[in-house]
């Protein structure tokens, strides 16, 4: 057990001290929690989300205990056998993961049943790379583009060389649906038989923006090719559009 809690501290010390010339995000872990919900229970699991366990969080997160939670709804690939739901929360320190909101007795007065609350999977990732507009737009849906790169260190220099200068422009364009782009690496679960290890995040005001992020085309950066050559065939694991159905931050709700 002490040699795992090394490799992960030195794995997190080497994504930080790679990192020391990048911009700053403003969290350095985030929690993935991937749901399965029931159709005819999906209507009490929001309400629930909404009404009562989101007040909650309001309060972590005024209390500093958290800096991030989003419920998102997928919108398409295979949601009959996975999940159609997943939790989002960031927290600005790793230690910050420790005393989150989860691990006490929730609240019960105005829950309403749901039966499918399943939970399908967990994943730790620490946020690598962040872009927003400098006049924050509205991200309602997000296009998570899932990777299992030969070099994730690699993958994510490039990715902040090479593709953050180029959508940065993008998001920054009040006449673009883009208002972000992210790039996380996983920190849990790892190994061959998990198929990412760093996802980019694709934020958009619109859903037609998220199925046709560049409607006028683009003059693509110089370098792409060494960002396709790290992964297998050249393309993503694979890529899902999720609405955006609950957020809290520091700074805006939805």
């Known amino acids: 057990m002490k040699n795992i809690l090394i490799i992960f501290l030195l794995f997190l010390s080497f994504g930080l001290v790679a990192q020391e010339e990048w911009d700053p995000t403003d969290h350095q872990i985030a929690t993935w929690q991937f749901r399965k919900i029931s159709p005819s229970d999906v209507s009490n699991f929001l309400s629930n989300e909404d009404n009562v366990y989101r007040q909650v969080v309001k309060d972590a997160i005024a209390q500093g205990r958290m800096k991030h939670w989003g419920l998102l709804r997928k919108v398409n690939g295979n949601t009959s056998d996975g999940h159609n739901y997943f939790f989002y929360n960031g927290f600005e320190n790793l230690t910050d993961i420790d005393n989150s909101w989860w691990s006490e007795s929730g609240p019960a007065f105005g829950l309403r049943p749901v039966q499918s609350q399943g939970v399908l999977g967990v994943a730790h990732t620490l946020p690598a790379i962040q872009v927003f507009a400098d006049n924050p737009k509205p991200g309602n849906y997000i296009k998570i583009n899932y990777a299992n790169p030969t070099n994730v260190g690699e993958f994510a220099r490039l990715q902040n060389e090479i593709w953050k200068p180029f959508i940065k422009k993008y ?26 290890s760093i996802a980019t995040v694709d934020h958009f005001t619109t859903l037609s923006g998220a199925l046709n992020p560049f409607p006028e085309g683009a003059e693509w950066p110089e370098g792409l090719e060494a960002i396709n050559d790290l992964l297998p065939d050249g393309k993503f694991y694979k890529s899902v559009i999720y609405e955006v159905v609950f957020y809290e931050g520091t700074e805006m709700s939805k």
Request: zero cysteines; hydrophobic letters at 35%; charged letters at 10%.
């Open 171 to 196: 998001v920054n364009d009040t006449e673009s649906s883009w208002a972000g782009w992210e790039v996380h690496q996983v920190v849990s679960p790892t190994g061959n038989a998990y198929n990412w």
